[in-house]
């Protein structure tokens, strides 16, 4: 038992999330024999890369120990932005979309740097606000692509590989090395394990947060103009509820909401775990809404697994 | 130096004089904001302070009310509750699908035990398993919404004979010219409000939430208390299913989603802290109220519904922000 | 020895001159003055609360003084951060840990002045280099690479010291930096401050323990209450004449008038083992009786208390309330038994400091004012006004925020609470820590009146004279174990110094519980 968890708490190299999707893999790939083929794996990457790439940025802000509930709010506003611009040109208007999340995910920063309210409020406001913002610019309505080159996008491939799964593991390596191997990254997880001691230690906390929350606002953007690119159209409700979607995959990954503590690799784990739950229950033809409950209940078991693993905290009382 | 210190802290008691009117005004600040905003409103529009208007706002927010009046407990005991909007979803659902099987009695007698089931769930797991609120409560927001759907196949469900149930009462009818759902939401308002502020109970949550370590070393029994938060969140919940029920006659499955941030939405710009420990009911029923109202102003004032959306965004902010501030500078000068 | 008077000459590099800090309704350091030469160990001592860790904060920049001089190397320094006292080679290692727990030691070492190649990456195979350079200087067994979250608290400590190490320090603080480590790692920590008194750094020393000040410093200072109480070269006194600066006078007259008439026995604990906390703890208290209980922070004297109290669980041994076994499964079961601990931590333990006086002196007892569930306010009020008038609590009104208040009114509050519940056992928890003289003495009697009036009262301190001050009896705890038991009014200082630091020669108890 004292080697599981050593091995589990250890778990530098391998998150406990892993073990899971290898499970699920392996399961589907005897229960259904669609599922191991290249096209459904490639299938799997692309359904996964919108929820992927939010869950990028979400990581960072998380191990920060801050949270972002924004996300799916800025993903709508960037695909319509994407769509609707498209009459001032295609460059205008993908770089548009960017800019727009980058600025979003800016004023989070400096309201949370500036005024110290609550990452959770300050972004709960901004989620509801941004929403306001894409129906003020939509006036409700769905936009479609003019631009076909923009549709051809999304499902386009380099050789037997889709172009969006690419940008999405990319984007995942850079994320992880910069975590891993820059002086921000490591900044990120000082700034969230012991705020004080990263304060003492001079480091900018509030320019390091700043930072993240741009990035987070980024790769929102990024992941709506790439589900706008897939869809060939915007709605202007796109992106609800997609921020639970994403702290579900980044708590599944091992992230703690507490801060200090997380990964890229977990991250990749749990978005890949609830991508293949929803594929592989589809290819089942389970309905969709059993995979709500189950990965409700995986999250919850995920939480107590976790507690168990580091029960002695706060010197063993029962308080 | 010493003496500019010395200078200062003289400074600062003969302001403590002050400090009587100004912590009223802190505390009265969203009641303040909220008149004056009620009468810009009226300003731009004759309707606004219109009997049969407020009345109309009022009702419309009742349902978001009911729950943020439990919520605002569950918050108070320093936890949170995201999976509200499921449950509400959850639980209309179910009331009017068993209305027409098992005659409405029934159908909101199993409705109340089924939400009250989920509420200990969640107080369970969060009571005495001692899981983060907010992880468990967003696992049970996905769960609860697949239940929905697994329970309605994926299709809306309604009552067949519409005018002839007295269900109807709850979202339809009035009491002394006051619509029902709004005495339900005032009455829970005042029951929850009372209980919070002059009970033994209510004191012990907000010695939970201000701190559960000096709780528990009081001889509380923190698991018990944090468990019953979410009954009565829960039961606030199943009170707003039968509300929403009775309006609709009818539901889809997705009804509540959403709701459980607008709640929290409306406890914040109360005042409520989400650190715990502190606010209050009727601070939660006045920031509902000035949603509420707002999107009701702007759309008098001829904007579309979803300006409030951005002014929302804005003032939540502003008052957090400016509580902050305050708070920063009156109550928390003395710490180092 | 040469070298050691060149020191005694040399300059100081560091002084402090009528250094005064006041909190609210407390005024920490009083016209504290003192200096280190550089290549010495000046060790600063003084009971808890004594401002010594106060004083040492001012040094780093974590407070600005409110009044006094910061002169290092003849130079009027006003430190606004700690990263500028650090940068001006002055660092304190923390007596609470600064690590972030899911970085590597390096990373922790290095924290905020990580080496870096282009591109901001982060220079590791520097960072470790230097790292493990460091490591050994410290003769530290593990390596740069580990995470801190897995490593043991000694060698987490050992990782602070290494950080002091990154820069050139002038001056290096320790604060109780044996508290957490066994007797195999100290001589570890002696070499290093011996390398580092070498180099000419200048080293304050904070600790109780008198056998490594005498062992390792060239002099020592005395703080009491805040007040500076003088400075002695360590070769020409004796731990006598240093404890009775500690002390003062103050000792004589809390002698006086002790409770003489015990009754039964109301709390027996036999045979108390709590894994990894404390082991065949047995002691027993009377009704009308004051047990002191007397040892080092960390020998296991709060967890012996929060057992009673029903927050751990125990895995052997049994505890007896007046004659019956008792084993609560929750803090509630012991509070309506009839049992009260006045915690250790006042503020994180103690109070709810958001909340109002009445509504904390009553949180304990909250259906004595109460019917059918509704607070009775005026019997609230009742209860806050008997207790503020008996206890002298210095309260603008009940409807103050008890963060407000200062500690020692602070502890009166705590103190009322569990009076207001009647108990039949009260446990305090150092009493008295951090609140001034004055205080101090009104709890010291109260605690005698308790008793008196027929309490069974069970003390925790880890200061010599309150325990001498106050108990009847006294029991002396270390590493988990009972190591002694002595009347109060017939033990000797260096008895009890003994029996809790574990040293050999004591008492049969103590020689066992040494290994």
Redesign the interface.
Known sequence: MTTLKSFLR?G?FIQPIWIFVIALFVFFSLMSEYFLSLGNINNILVQTSTIGLLALGMTYVMINGNIDLSVGATLGLAASLAVGLQPLGLTVAVLASLAAGIVIGAINGLIVWKTGVNAFIVTLGAMIGVRGLIFVYTQEQSFYASNFAFVDFGASTIGPFPVLAIIFLACTLIMHLVLK????G?NT??VG??P???M????RIGRNMLINFIIVGFFAALAGVLLATQMGASTPNLGRDYELWTITAVVLGGTKLTG??GSISGTLGGVLAIGILRNGMNMMQVPAFYVLVILGAILITVLIIDQRLNVPTAK???? | ??SA?DVKQGFMLSKNQRAGLLSFLSAQGILVFFLISMLAFSLFSEQFLSQSNIMTVVRQASIIGIIAVGVTVVIIGGNLDLSVGSMLSFSTVLVVDLHDKIGPTNAILVMFAMTLLIGAVNGFLIGFMRLNSLIVTLAMLSAIQGLVLIYSGGQNVDIANQGDTWFAFFGRDYVAGIAVPVLLFGLLAVIVQVVMS????G??I??IG??P?????????KNWCVFSTYLISAFCVACAALVLGSRVMGSQNNVGQGYELLVLAGIILGGTSLLG??GSIWKTVIGVLILGFIQNGLLLMGYPYYAQWLVTWVIIILAVWLDLAYKRKH?FT??? | MTAMTQNAEARPVLELVDI?K???GVVALNKVSFDVRPGEVHALLGENGAGKSTLMKVLAGK?RP??GKIILEDEERVFD???EAKRSGIVLIHQEQ??????SVA?NIF????P?KW????D?KRLHADSTEILERLKCDFSSRD?VS?LSIAKKQMVEIARALVFTPKIVVFDEPTASLTDHEKPVLYDVIRNLQAQGVGIVYISHRMDEIFQLSQRISVLRDGEYTGTVNTAETDEESVTQMMIGRSLELDHASKPSEFGGPMLEVRGLTVK??CSDVSFTVRKGEIVGMYGLVGAGRSEVA?TI?????YTAGEIRLDGQVVDFR???D???SGIA?V?EDRK????????NCR?NM???G??TV?SF???KSRDERAVYDRYQQAMKIKSPSWRQ?V??LSGGNQQKIVIG?WLH?HPRLLILDEPTRGIDVGSKAEIHALIKELARSGYAVLVISSEMPEVLGVSNRIIAMYDGRVTAEFDADNVGEDQLVQAITGMTGSTPQAAGAVV
Request: no cysteine; net charge positive.
């Open positions: 250890g530098a191997k820059t002086g921000h490591r997880f000082a394990g012991n004080e001691a990263a003492d230690a001079g480091i200090g503590h063993g009382v029962r308080a | 130096m010493a210190e002059f009970t033994g109970y004191r012990r907000f010695a201000g701190n370590v000096a709780a528990v070393y009081s001889g509380i029994r420990g502190a109550l003395t710490h180092s | 005064t006041r909190f609210p407070h409110n009044g951060t700690p990263k600064s690590l972030v727990p899911e970085m990373e924290l905020g002045s990580t870096r591109g901001n990456r982060v590791w995470l897995s990894g906390v929060e109290f029903g927050l751990r669980h929750s803090t509630h012991a509070v309506t601990l915690p994180d333990q103690g109070l709810v400091l958001g909340m509504d009553t949180l304990a909250l259906s109460s569930g509704f607070m925020r963060g407000n609470k519940t």
